[in-house]
């Protein structure tokens, strides 16, 4: 089991901090966005006597509730077909023990959240990765080469939609193309939903929402990013597959109960006005635009445009990205400041792969963007591992 | 995978309600004593404007508190030895997962916490139960027949300290006995101490405090029961043992963080008076004499005194728990009411183990508890598997 790749780069981070120099985190997925006053409400004036047990699958007014939502965002389900999670994490290792037996194999576009290996590893399983490239925006990979990767221990196909780390949005096409392939290999289709709302180009497809999905789609869901409330650990596991649901339900019982107080946190988000997203979406976009302008003004830096989510995928003019990420770190400042990126190497399956690129989250205000960014510029001219022709 | 062996009898517990008739739940083990007014304020008059992910082994100040908390009652750790986990169930898992490998084998004395056997079939493992006998209170299985159950694959042995189900308390003298044949055979001892804080008999000894029992002894500890939080989803894995801890760091990583409002509540115990345990435990012991004086009235039932958790073990005078358990939800009621209890078996590794015997929870205030025996009374004298001779 290894180490999170986060971790490598944090004692450089603090270690920064104690010098006195300030670190814009481009490298965290935790939104600055403030959870909803409202649904910090549904807890802080609950009344409450014995805080007890909920029901293994969840409170059913939560599941009603994320029901009407999932219909609202046409995902035909019920509160029946949801298992209310520790967290997204749980609902992806729920997937892993339930879709997969140990020795079975699951294929992922890469790059993909780093994660997904570290569940592969705690169930037995084998991330098999599929890979797609920056300079089609990451799209999904040709079916062709999804199609080759397919083994006799292949059960499951998982992708991420909108991507993490790619911000990569898949079109219906894409999805339907996908959901065809599995349906022929007899293959489950795990759906990371997480950032759902976060699409900024097009409307947003749900792999759950494709005709004949029913049998062969897993939603992994989360509360984390939707509304901001990523310690509320409160996720979902959302399935009309009766079997798989059952078999879910058996590990949501050995672990009794999700989080009772963050569940009522989720079930106040049926309070928010129905313009709630708008203004954060336009915040996101806002930053989004900025960030890309400022990296597409750095000579020698490539990003395609991603539609969705909160993350942005460059490739550097660099040796290697994780040498430079801890450049930054250790021996670099520009106005008493310096950066914090995700080398792009840990969201990779193949060995290699991603060494220029870095995935920066645009979770901070666009002033420190702005400043983060000018870092990053005056960071790569000083850099010694520079590639740039001159 | 099997159902939670609660789940059976739920159906039949509905439909009694659904005829209008009262069920005392003495079937498992959620209490009704309130959490702290104070836990409680810990978490609704938190200023909070982004409720973020806390660290993956839990917030320091939470840790520090924690540990203070292990000190006062004689557990010498420190913030670091502790990693913040998703309930008690997590920590269980967390032990399965980093002290035995798939196909090793972890000692357990029967009766057990049910879920132990899923954790194993989770993760691969294998329960290797070791028995232990209502004749002598459920003490320490002897020595010799825990030590005739080590074979190559054996890398742990787990108790439950004060028992559940069986209310026993370890004492000084087997837990030392206990530690030295780990050391011997080179096991782990994952001590699952969810009840320390209710012993009515005599002082409560952890494993973690006997000499020697650092780089051996695991706890698993959650604050479910303690301070009636089982909602709240924070337990706690504790040891000295670096490598074990690190290991465990790493699953917890793995699902990124522990909840974050559930951490604001446990922080807040704290803040609790010295004497908090005092008249929560008295009300325990009250219940306890009451339910053991009851079921003593009762002919042919025996039952040791537990001195500690909140159960009680009875030999019942019938042909077979489960049966009778089903019989009185589907066939009895008394006075307007019936009584929900847990048959024996599905607390045994050993088939046929168990099947005269029952646990009984006392969560309940004394009135409800003592119409429940009279339920349990009125219920033996009436069913058609009654043994006792005329």
């Known amino acids: 089991m290894p180490f999170s790749p986060y971790r490598k780069l944090t004692p450089y981070a603090d270690a920064a901090k104690q010098r006195g120099i300030g670190v814009y985190h481009l490298n965290i997925g935790q939104p600055d966005v403030e959870t909803p006053p409202a649904m910090l409400a549904g807890v802080q004036q609950a009344?409450?006597?014995?805080?007890?047990?909920?029901?293994?699958?969840?409170?059913?007014?939560?599941?009603?509730?994320?029901?009407?939502?999932?219909?609202?965002?046409?995902?035909?389900?019920?509160?029946?077909d949801i298992i209310v999670t520790m967290g997204g994490s749980e609902s992806i290792f729920f997937a892993f023990m339930t879709c997969l037996n140990p020795g079975d194999e699951v294929i992922i576009p890469e790059p993909f959240y780093g994660p997904y290996s570290a569940f592969a590893l705690a169930t037995g399983t084998r991330v098999v990765p599929v890979t797609s490239y920056l300079a089609n925006g990451f799209a999904l990979p040709a079916l062709a080469d999804m199609e080759r990767a397919i083994t006799p221990r292949t059960r499951a196909i998982l992708i991420c939609n909108p991507n993490n780390p790619?911000?990569?949005?898949?079109?219906?096409?894409?999805?339907?193309?996908?959901?065809?392939?599995?349906?022929?290999?007899?293959?489950?289709?795990?759906?990371?939903?997480?950032?759902?709302?976060?699409?900024y180009d097009a409307p947003f497809v749900s792999a759950l929402e494709l005709p004949g999905a029913a049998e062969y789609v897993v939603l992994l869901d989360t509360i984390s990013k939707r509304?901001?409330?990523?310690?509320?650990?409160?996720?979902?596991f959302v399935t009309k597959n009766a079997a798989v649901r059952d078999a879910a339900f058996r590990f949501a019982q050995m672990r009794v109960s999700p989080p009772g107080l963050g569940q009522l946190?989720?079930?106040?988000?049926?309070?928010?006005?129905?313009?709630?997203?708008?203004?954060?979406?336009?915040?996101?976009?806002?930053?989004?635009?900025?960030?890309?302008?400022?990296?597409?003004?750095i000579p020698g830096v490539e990003?395609?445009?991603?539609?969705?989510?909160?993350?942005?995928?460059?490739?550097?003019?660099?040796?290697?990205?994780?040498?430079f990420a801890?450049?930054?770190?250790?021996?670099?400042?520009?106005?008493g400041h310096t950066v914090m990126i995700s080398p792009a190497a840990g969201f990779y399956g193949t060995p290699g792969l991603g060494r220029q690129e870095v995935r920066l989250a645009y979770v901070i205000n666009q002033d420190a963007l702005r400043a983060a960014m000018g870092c990053l510029a005056r960071g790569l001219e000083q850099y010694p591992g520079h590639l740039l022709a001159g």
């Open 47 to 80: 009344s409450i006597r014995v805080l007890e047990y909920s029901p293994a699958n969840g409170y059913p007014s939560y599941r009603r509730k994320l029901a009407s939502y999932y219909q609202r965002v046409g995902i035909e389900v019920t509160a029946d």
């Open 166 to 199: 790619t911000g990569y949005v898949y079109s219906r096409q894409e999805l339907t193309a996908l959901l065809e392939l599995c349906r022929k290999h007899d293959l489950y289709l795990l759906s990371d939903e997480a950032y759902r709302e976060f699409c």
């Open 227 to 236: 509304y901001s409330a990523c310690g509320a650990r409160i996720g979902a």
């Open 265 to 297: 946190l989720g079930e106040a988000a049926a309070g928010l006005p129905d313009n709630y997203f708008d203004h954060v979406k336009e915040e996101y976009r806002a930053r989004r635009d900025l960030l890309l302008a400022c990296l597409r003004a």
């Open 326 to 335: 801890r450049w930054l770190l250790e021996s670099f400042s520009h106005e």
């Open 303 to 323: 990003c395609p445009t991603p539609s969705g989510a909160f993350y942005i995928m460059a490739r550097l003019p660099i040796d290697d990205a994780e040498t």
